[in-house]
């Protein structure tokens, strides 16, 4: 758990010194970046507001890691920097209302754009997102999975960990897209407990059902089944055959008596 919350810290801090780096910068552009291209912000009161924005990103509000979804990726363009590419980039859901950014070379975060939010969706009106990515390799403690666009479903637990635990069992899960996306590799933190059946997702601990954990610990594919590992199946297919054998009981007893 020391690991975890150190993990949090470290990540709040560099989210600060992030957006230290971006106090007083100039942008020279914005780019809205989507399949079929960019779409450049040059003037000048937009983009002092956009830099604004960023700057108080270092107070923003960490959020849930969100399932695959349409994406933007934005680029940012500071005045002087003598980089070849963009000085630095994030990834915008609009479904979602979220950002990713990152705060360090190995890491990103998922945040709500807070300020930035409403003019996020001013400039970058008329650019058409990416599609939600598919997931094309999983690893989990370095090991290949099968089915891996199936992981997809890890992505959408949502039954919080009743307890964080503190086990040394933790393996990474590692995601990796076609393309690079807010969900591949270094933007997605993903660990499994199998001892707890534990996934650690960004800033949230959900439980994982124990039919889908099996699954999991075998590096099988996560398709099919029910993720709240209550047997719905077995108990709808048991109510059916009552419903058969309870008339059938009854026309039997009034044969009988009749």
């Known amino acids: 758990m020391k690991k975890r919350l150190g993990a949090a810290t470290l ?43 960023v700057e108080a990103q270092g107070e923003a509000v960490r959020a ?44 990103w975060t998922w945040v709500r754009p807070g300020i930035l939010g409403a003019l996020l969706d001013r400039v970058t009106t008329g650019v058409a997102p990416f599609e939600a990515p598919r997931i094309s390799r999983v690893t989990i403690g370095g090991k290949s999975v099968r089915d891996p666009t199936s992981y997809v479903r890890l992505f959408r637990l949502q039954r919080k960990a009743e307890s964080v635990p503190d086990e040394p069992d933790w393996q990474r899960i590692v995601i990796e897209t076609a393309g690079p996306t807010p969900w591949s590799t270094r933007a997605a933190t993903l660990e499994y407990s199998a001892s707890t059946n534990v996934l650690w997702r960004g800033s949230q601990f959900v439980e994982v059902p124990s039919t889908l954990a099996t699954r999991l610990e075998d590096r099988k594919s996560l398709a099919g089944g029910d993720e709240s590992g209550f047997p719905w199946l077995r ?17 039997f007893r009034r044969r009988r008596g009749s």
Not at 236 to 251: D, K, Q
Request: aromatic share 6%; charged share 10%; hydrophobic share 50%.
């Open 11 to 53: 990540l709040a801090a560099a989210a600060l010194i992030g957006a230290g780096i971006a106090q007083g910068k100039e942008l020279s552009a914005f780019k809205t970046c989507g399949p079929s291209g960019c779409i450049s912000v040059t003037n000048r009161t937009l983009l002092r507001s956009l830099i604004h924005g």
């Open 64 to 107: 849930p890691t969100p399932p695959p979804a349409p994406f933007l990726r934005l680029e940012f363009w500071v005045r002087g920097d003598l980089a070849a590419g963009p000085s630095f980039v994030q990834y915008y859901v609009p479904s979602r209302g979220l950002v990713a950014l990152m705060t360090d070379p190995a890491a």
């Open 235 to 251: 108990l709808a297919a048991g109510i059916g055959a009552a419903s058969l054998i309870v008339p059938t009981a009854l026309i």
